[in-house]
């Protein structure tokens, strides 16, 4: 167990719609990172948040969003869904701030968007 | 010359047979080479990692190997068995640059 928490597991939506994924880093890990992961794309980084703060950006749509709250925990936004928006979304934690630390995965989010 | 790419997309290996993995990069200022291990339903772990200073690092039974002027780097798992059934995928990175992922092996290890 790496010790990060993503809820919901599984998200199955609609196009156009709105949903909110969740994630609690390990504890006394500062940083949190989006990934998203597709089956012809792999992991593709998203943004990264440290102790509250926007710390590097990646792939991201301007349809998602993120914020790191001051509990450490972590949301995804992600809106006006596509059907290519449809994949696994992990979140990883790490302790310090640089993005190449170690990450520590939790088991992701499947997102269905029909 | 952001790209990592890797090789097999997937392999099936005998158990107790030898495992390889490939990867290859362009950049050339990589210098932290991670390898991840993925089952199914969970999220990638870090296995093991390598720096350019050395050209191989093992840990029980994996072990990379490195060729910096070949820009490759690859994953063995020796006597493999059915618990390493996962997929694998390599990572690069420099300085405080975000993780390059491949695009992951799925390993399959029949008795």
């Known amino acids: 167990d790496s010790g990060v928490t993503q809820t919901p597991k599984h998200l199955i939506t609609a196009t156009g719609q709105r949903v909110t994924l969740r994630c609690s880093p390990r504890s006394g890990d500062l940083s949190v990172y989006w990934y998203q992961q597709s089956l012809d794309q792999g992991l593709q980084f998203l943004i990264q948040y440290y102790n509250g703060e926007e710390r590097a950006k990646g792939n991201i749509l301007e349809r998602f969003s993120a914020q790191q709250f001051p509990d450490l925990h972590s949301e995804l936004n992600l809106s006006s869904l596509e059907l290519g928006d449809s994949a696994l979304y992990f979140c990883?934690?790490?302790?310090?701030?640089?993005?190449?630390?170690?990450?520590?995965f939790g088991n992701g989010t499947r997102l269905t968007v029909t | 010359q952001q790209q990592v790419k890797q090789s097999p997309q997937s392999l099936i290996v005998q158990k107790g047979g030898i495992s390889i993995i490939n990867c290859a990069y362009e950049?050339?200022?990589?210098?932290?080479f991670p390898w991840y291990q993925q089952f199914p339903g969970k999220g990638p772990a870090l296995l093991i990692a390598?720096?350019?200073?050395?050209s191989e690092k093992k840990e029980g039974r994996f072990t990379i190997s490195f060729n910096k002027s070949a820009k490759q780097f690859s994953l063995h798992i020796m006597d493999s068995q059915p618990g390493d059934s996962a997929t694998y995928f390599c990572?690069?990175?420099?300085?405080?640059?975000?993780?390059?992922f491949g695009t992951g092996t799925r390993l399959t290890i029949i008795p």
């Open positions: 990883a934690s790490s302790v310090g701030e640089l993005l190449n630390s170690p990450l520590h």
């Open positions: 950049n050339t200022a990589f210098d932290y």
């Open positions: 390598i720096r350019p200073d050395v």
């Open positions: 990572a690069a990175t420099f300085g405080n640059e975000k993780l390059t």
